[in-house]
């Protein structure tokens, strides 16, 4: 807190009218005082934030869970219906698949976010040729996305001009 020079003629009250008008909002608090509590809520904040943002991605991945979930119980009927017709040597793939994707599912379904990036990390050190060719796949395959769905909206822009 800074020091204010008063002129020996004013009176202590006077003095403390100077004091508030220099500072009026610290409520007799240290600009220390206030930082820490700036602080404080930021930190508040930040914690609320990032509490929310795992909240949100723990939901994505159960959901994303559930699908592959889903997905399996797919090829389990597709696999009933091979052997139905059969063919078990196909049945038994599709059977493997179905297997597979359960364990997954309820991979994603029941681990937390933080264990699920600590896995993949793991696996990157492990496996980093792995690791990049399936970055190198799902970058090939978003850019097959955006430009499938590009080309459909130049369509409907071209349209709309016409």
């Known amino acids: 807190m800074s020091d204010v020079i008063v002129p020996a003629d004013l009176s202590q009250g006077q003095a403390k009218d100077a004091n508030s008008q ?14 820490s509590q700036a602080q404080d809520k930021v930190r508040e904040g930040a914690s609320m934030a990032q509490d929310k943002v795992s909240e949100q991605i723990q939901g994505r991945a159960k959901q994303a869970g559930e699908r592959v979930s889903d997905t399996a119980d797919d090829l389990r009927s597709v696999g009933e219906e091979l052997r139905k017709q ?25 681990t937390s976010p933080d264990q699920i990036l600590h896995d993949v990390e793991d696996f990157g050190r492990k496996r980093p040729a792995v690791l990049l060719a399936g970055g190198l796949l799902a970058g090939a395959a978003a850019a097959r996305f955006l430009k499938a769905s590009s080309r459909g909206r130049y369509q409907q822009r071209s349209a709309l001009r016409s």
């Open 22 to 35: 220099q500072n009026p909002s610290s409520e007799g608090q240290s600009p220390q005082q206030m930082a």
């Open 86 to 110: 059969g063919k078990d040597g196909p049945a038994k793939i599709a059977d493997r698949a179905a297997e597979q994707s359960e364990k997954v599912g309820s991979y994603l379904s029941d």
